[in-house]
């Protein structure tokens, strides 16, 4: 098991900044990626960004340029930095972990209880 702990949404102003950070615990050695995904209201969710183990990342185009996913190993965090946020970054955001068990992957498998970020106009 992999337990996912959010913190840092809130309200901010369009332009603002806000740093996302999602904590692991347990299983964490069986974690091959980690993602940030999101979902408005009425909308899919979507992945926003992703950093594997090996340290590879990718982004969404709506926020590339915008967004930063990064991690700290020795805390087993993963920071998501929202720069010029937008009012259609509005949503819940989800923080996943992708693992490997016994040589199969098995995607986003683990999530945490989400944390929500809105961005006013």
């Known amino acids: 098991q992999v337990q996912l702990v959010e913190s840092g949404g809130g309200l901010v102003q369009a332009g603002g900044s806000l740093r996302l950070s999602c904590a692991a615990s347990?299983?964490?050695?069986?974690?091959?990626?980690m993602g940030w995904y999101r979902q408005a209201p009425g909308k899919q969710r979507e992945l926003v960004a992703a950093i594997t183990s090996g340290g590879s990342t990718n982004y969404a185009d709506s926020v590339k340029g915008r967004f930063t996913i990064s991690r700290d190993n020795a805390k087993n965090t993963v920071y998501l930095q929202m720069n010029s946020l937008k009012p259609e970054d509005t949503a819940v955001y989800y923080c996943?972990?992708?693992?490997?068990?016994?040589?199969?992957?098995?995607?986003?498998?683990?999530w945490g209880q989400g944390t929500q970020v809105t961005v006013s106009s």
């Open positions: 347990g299983r964490i050695f069986s974690i091959n990626a």
């Open positions: 996943a972990a992708s693992t490997v068990v016994h040589g199969t992957a098995r995607g986003y498998d683990y």
